[in-house]
């Protein structure tokens, strides 16, 4: 059988492709479950945090979790983060093993709450179809690190 080139581009592009996505895939933390909603957390080393970056536009949200410093931000892991449904029901509650939380959620508003330290920023999500949110939290540099 012969092939022309449109046919083979098809194919040569549908292997890259699935060879890209294995390369992010085995990177990835393993996806958790909690009742209906699916997440990820993680982004520690170069190759996780790259992998997820890839994959943060697959996912209804992407959380960037950070904390100001003297001379900018830097990441942070270990963050109770909350998500409830307009009817209050929590449909995600976890701590970040990282510094990106990438979460999967049916469109619709939600409130999330994150602590850190003792700190609760909250944000209130409205999520679109088909629109990933991309999310950067900061939290204030800590009073105790400041210079007097």
Do not use: C
Request: hydrophobic share 40%; proline share 4%.
């Amino acid at each position: 059988m012969k092939m022309n080139t449109v046919q083979l581009t098809i194919v040569l592009a549908g292997i890259f492709s699935t060879l890209s996505f294995a390369e992010i895939s085995s990177s990835l933390p393993p996806v958790k479950s909690q009742g209906q909603t699916q997440f990820i957390s993680g982004g520690i080393g170069k190759d996780e945090s790259e992998a997820m970056l890839k994959a943060r536009s697959a996912w209804s949200l992407a959380l960037e979790l950070t904390q100001a410093t003297g001379s900018g931000a830097e990441y942070i892991s270990d963050v109770q983060i909350t998500i409830k449904d307009k009817l209050g029901n929590t449909v995600l509650d976890t701590i970040a093993e990282g510094p990106y939380l990438l979460v999967n959620l049916s469109p619709g508003k939600y409130s999330l709450d994150a602590t850190y330290q003792s700190a609760t920023l909250h944000r209130n999500l409205n999520l679109q179809e088909g629109a990933a949110k991309k999310m950067t939290l900061i939290w204030p540099e800590p009073k105790n690190t400041k210079n007097n």
